[in-house]
């Protein structure tokens, strides 16, 4: 199933552009005035400890309600174990900021049609502050928030957000690959985007889906009119991988009709493999094969043959 799943990422990559294309559809489609509400962080976003006890209630595991609800696990189970969300009073010891002490700068600044921050910060530097700009742009933010509005040029258009974000190659693969029901709104919307805009991909993963099913289940029939489906469509990768099948065909129809499989023998090399490279440059065949040959009861068996041999001829 490795060499299946290889084949079919080879095949994603000519629809990973369409992908990149669709996405970029859809945000020229959007209203240009039209500005999305951005999803919050988690530090920003209150924890939905109702939702999280009712999945508790179901059954799921800290790590599963921690992906549903895109929480850290700790924050999870802190919460859980709580049952209730505790407030947090606010003990920080304020002190007077660096910036108070170049008000008369800020209020000429203020007194302009428009806030310039680099300028501020220039003119207070004159006047002596070695602070940073992002010190004086807090400052300003948090003691003057009517002025946002003026720091924004006139007659510029806010970049609209697109809800269809830009996906890596990996990411696709993943995402394609993960035929689980338990998935974040951004990983289904991402998917449903998929399948109204590439329906040749979606395609695609279904195909691979009854594959990776009839190898699991050992079902021969499903597994032979999946070949047929393959053979019949346009994916080379999967038609090389099922022409690589071609050549051991016995051994895979045999794969389907008995139980026993190769593993014992894979397991046996392994070891061989293993004890080489622990000896390599300190033993010689004869030590190997002995190594190779050694039984783990073998010392026991051959102490407790030497006491009865032993206890016998003090008898």
Same mark, same amino acid.
């Given at each position: 199933?490795?060499?299946?799943t290889?084949?079919?990422?080879?095949?994603?990559?000519?629809?990973?552009?369409?992908?990149?294309?669709?996405?970029?559809?859809?945000k020229?489609g959007?209203?240009?005035?039209?500005?999305?509400?951005v999803?919050?962080s988690?530090?920003?976003r209150?924890?939905?400890?109702e939702?999280?006890?009712?999945?508790?209630?179901q059954?799921?595991?800290i790590?599963?309600?921690?992906?549903?609800?895109?929480?850290?696990?700790?924050?999870?189970?802190?919460?859980?174990?709580?049952?209730?969300?505790?407030?947090?009073?606010?003990?920080?010891?304020f002190?007077?900021?660096?910036?108070?002490?170049?008000?008369?700068?800020?209020?000429?600044?203020?007194?302009?049609?428009?806030?310039?921050?680099?300028?501020?910060?220039?003119?207070?530097?004159?006047?002596?502050?070695?602070?940073?700009r992002?010190? *004086?742009?807090?400052?300003?933010?948090?003691?003057?928030?009517?002025?946002?509005?003026?720091?924004?040029k *006139?007659?510029?258009?806010?970049?609209?957000?697109?809800?269809?974000?830009?996906?890596?190659?990996k990411k696709?693969?993943?995402?394609?690959?993960?035929?689980?029901?338990?998935r974040?709104?951004?990983?289904?919307?991402?998917?449903?985007?998929?399948?109204k805009?590439?329906p040749?991909?979606?395609?695609?993963?279904?195909?691979?889906?009854?594959?990776?099913?009839?190898?699991?289940?050992?079902?021969?029939?499903?597994?032979?009119?999946?070949?047929?489906?393959?053979?019949?469509?346009d994916? =080379?990768?999967?038609?090389?991988?099922?022409?690589?099948?071609?050549?051991d065909?016995?051994?895979?129809?045999?794969?389907f009709?008995?139980?026993?499989?190769?593993?014992?023998?894979e397991?046996?090399?392994?070891r061989?493999?293993?004890?080489?490279?622990?000896m390599?440059?300190?033993?010689?065949?004869?030590?190997?094969?002995?190594? *190779?040959?050694?039984?783990?009861?073998?010392?026991?068996?051959?102490?407790?043959?030497?006491?009865?041999?032993?206890? =016998?001829?003090?008898?």
């Amino acid at each position: 199933m490795k060499n299946l799943t290889t084949a079919f990422e080879n095949s994603i990559r000519p629809f990973y552009q369409p992908i990149k294309q669709a996405a970029q559809a859809k945000k020229e489609g959007r209203p240009k005035d039209f500005i999305p509400a951005v999803e919050p962080s988690a530090s920003d976003r209150q924890f939905p400890l109702e939702q999280a006890l009712e999945l508790q209630k179901q059954g799921k595991t800290i790590w599963q309600i921690s992906k549903i609800i895109r929480f850290d696990r700790r924050t999870t189970r802190k919460y859980l174990q709580l049952g209730c969300i505790p407030e947090h009073g606010n003990h920080r010891n304020f002190r007077a900021s660096k910036v108070a002490a170049y008000e008369h700068i800020i209020q000429q600044e203020l007194a302009l049609s428009r806030v310039n921050i680099s300028r501020l910060h220039l003119n207070m530097q004159r006047a002596g502050f070695v602070g940073s700009r992002n010190t *004086v742009r807090s400052y300003m933010l948090s003691r003057y928030p009517e002025i946002e509005g003026r720091r924004k040029k *006139v007659g510029v258009v806010s970049k609209p957000v697109s809800a269809f974000q830009p996906i890596t190659y990996k990411k696709l693969v993943w995402l394609l690959l993960n035929f689980s029901e338990e998935r974040s709104v951004d990983d289904l919307a991402l998917l449903e985007t998929i399948q109204k805009d590439v329906p040749g991909l979606w395609n695609l993963r279904d195909l691979l889906r009854v594959g990776l099913d009839a190898f699991r289940e050992r079902d021969l029939p499903v597994f032979l009119s999946w070949v047929e489906t393959v053979l019949a469509s346009d994916y =080379s990768e999967l038609k090389g991988y099922i022409g690589g099948l071609k050549k051991d065909w016995d051994a895979v129809l045999n794969s389907f009709k008995y139980a026993y499989s190769n593993g014992p023998v894979e397991s046996q090399v392994n070891r061989l493999k293993c004890i080489k490279r622990q000896m390599y440059g300190r033993a010689k065949f004869d030590l190997l094969r002995l190594k *190779v040959l050694f039984k783990p009861g073998a010392i026991s068996s051959f102490r407790t043959e030497s006491q009865s041999c032993c206890d =016998s001829s003090c008898g």
